[in-house]
């Protein structure tokens, strides 16, 4: 069982649609990261966020964490073909140590 | 100039060989990871250091072997490779411990043992 769990694993959508990816879990972390990972590389930073209900846009992207700090969700307004890619949420805990991630959500946004 | 950077980037070797992957950050950072990316994308942690010590060690196999001779390095060696250990190999690296430090990644080491 996997400390954070994200839905939905695949997501193939249009260019030009709404979407929101989740971030679950039974545990409370200190903060809350989202990640982009291209074929190739390693995970980019795109959020940190670190109280309870924050709500963070970063252009097209919205994240928000929950007031609980257990889960977390990242909404995309308007989706295009370059944000394809791997989208990854990371919580910390354990006196901040400890930096665990999701699944993942393999997001492809066709032209 | 590269951040976080990992050789080799490939590595194909047999059962049984023993393997080593390096890690150098140039930010300046106390903390380094090692995460493993299985064939579903799962990043899974390894090891963490800060300062050169040791603060998490998973449920990893004692086959495999961190080295942290400085801030700035982070090795793993692995010995007895087995077929199961094929994945991508991240190592990570991190200001200090703070909530806002985010995961600064190399580029990974795809090992495929045969």
């Known amino acids: 069982t996997q400390l954070l769990e994200q839905s939905p694993q695949f997501l193939s959508i249009q260019e030009g649609e709404n979407l929101t990816v989740y971030c679950n879990s039974s545990s409370v972390f200190s903060s809350l990261q989202w990640y982009r990972q291209e074929p190739g590389e390693g995970p980019v930073l795109l959020v940190t966020v670190v109280t309870g209900g924050e709500v963070k846009k970063l252009k097209r992207l919205t994240f928000q964490f929950g007031d609980a700090r257990k889960d977390s969700s990242l909404h995309i307004t308007a989706a295009q073909p370059g944000d394809t890619g791997l989208y990854l949420c990371a919580g910390r805990r354990n006196n901040n140590n400890d930096m665990r991630f999701g699944a993942g959500t393999r997001l492809t946004v066709k032209p | 100039d590269t951040a976080v950077s990992q050789t080799p980037k490939y590595l194909v070797t047999q059962m049984g060989n023993d393997k080593s992957i390096k890690c150098e950050q140039n930010?300046?950072?106390?903390?380094m990871y090692w995460y493993k990316q299985d064939s579903k994308k799962f990043l899974k942690i390894m090891f963490s250091y800060n300062n050169k010590e040791l603060i998490i060690n998973e449920t990893v196999p004692n086959r495999f072997s961190p080295k942290s001779p400085d801030k700035a390095h982070l090795n793993l060696h692995i010995n007895s490779l087995e077929l199961g250990d094929s994945a991508v190999y991240f190592c990570?690296?991190?200001?200090?411990?703070?909530?806002?430090?985010?995961?600064?990644f190399g580029n990974g080491t795809r090992l495929t043992v045969t």
């Open positions: 990570a690296s991190s200001l200090g411990l703070s909530v806002w430090s985010p995961l600064h």
């Open positions: 930010l300046g950072h106390d903390t």
